[in-house]
């Protein structure tokens, strides 16, 4: 009657066991899932950014070659300019020179 009562309770705690290794494994693949699915997320997103990166690199070196060109173009045109064509615009030159200090209009707090 031992025996018969221990194989009994040995067979319901290896069923309560069997059944929360279940659960634990239900667990586990429910979690190995999420984190298959956050990596592949988080390597798609990195490859997008990789490309939008990309991307912005070559609009950047667009815009410094054309800032470039405008300053060359800026240049020339700036030493064509002479006191005779200034004359001839209609411009004079200054006989009294007001300078404004910045620091003044800004603050003491600032200027410091």
Do not use: P, W
């Amino acid at each position: 009657m031992q025996k018969h009562t221990l194989r009994q309770r040995a067979k319901a705690l290896a069923i309560v066991l069997h059944k929360g290794e279940q659960k634990a494994a239900g667990v586990f693949l429910v979690l190995t899932i999420l984190l298959a699915v956050l990596y592949v997320y988080f390597v798609g997103t990195a490859v997008v950014h990789a490309v939008a990166r990309k991307e912005v690199q070559q609009d950047l070196a667009q815009f410094n070659s054309r800032v470039a060109e405008l300053e060359v173009d800026y240049l020339s045109r700036k030493n064509k300019v002479t006191t005779e064509m200034a004359v001839e615009m209609g411009l004079e030159e200054l006989t009294r020179k007001d300078y404004v200090e910045r620091a003044r209009y800004l603050g003491r707090a600032s200027a410091q």
